[in-house]
């Protein structure tokens, strides 16, 4: 059984930081490329960072370069999104998310994020 568990999520005031984490078990965790996504009330979800199933390439949304740092650790099977700066448009549901190719896609039930003073 393939399972993602974010964690980390919470409220924070603006300019704060949070770590989320992702857990995967049930998949060969380095053969899949990651992903967080966010969802805000009202909106659709959206790509936020990704990274390749080796770690060597990320990639970002604009609205947040320079302040969230995506990373992966193959041997424990983690997934990691650093957010500095945080905004209250970052508020959100984020969701972690692996890939492999189109048919193996795999999503955990996503941890809440509240950015306001």
């Known amino acids: 059984q393939v399972r993602l568990v974010e964690s980390g999520g919470g409220s924070v005031q603006p300019g704060g930081s949070l770590r989320l984490s992702c857990a995967a078990s049930?998949?060969?965790?380095?053969?899949?490329?990651m992903y967080w996504y966010r969802q805000a009330p009202g909106k659709e979800r959206e790509l936020v960072a990704a990274?390749?199933?080796?770690?060597?390439?990320?990639d970002y949304a604009n609205s947040v370069k320079g302040r969230f740092t995506i990373s992966r650790d193959n041997r424990k099977n983690t997934m990691v999104l650093q957010m500095n700066g945080l905004k209250p448009e970052d508020t959100a549901v984020y969701y972690c998310?692996?890939?492999?190719?189109?048919?193996?896609?795999?999503w955990g039930q996503g941890t809440q994020v509240t950015v306001s003073s």
């Open positions: 990274i390749s199933n080796g770690g060597s390439t990320t």
């Open positions: 049930g998949i060969t965790f380095n053969y899949y490329a």
């Open positions: 998310k692996a890939a492999l190719g189109e048919r193996q896609v795999y």
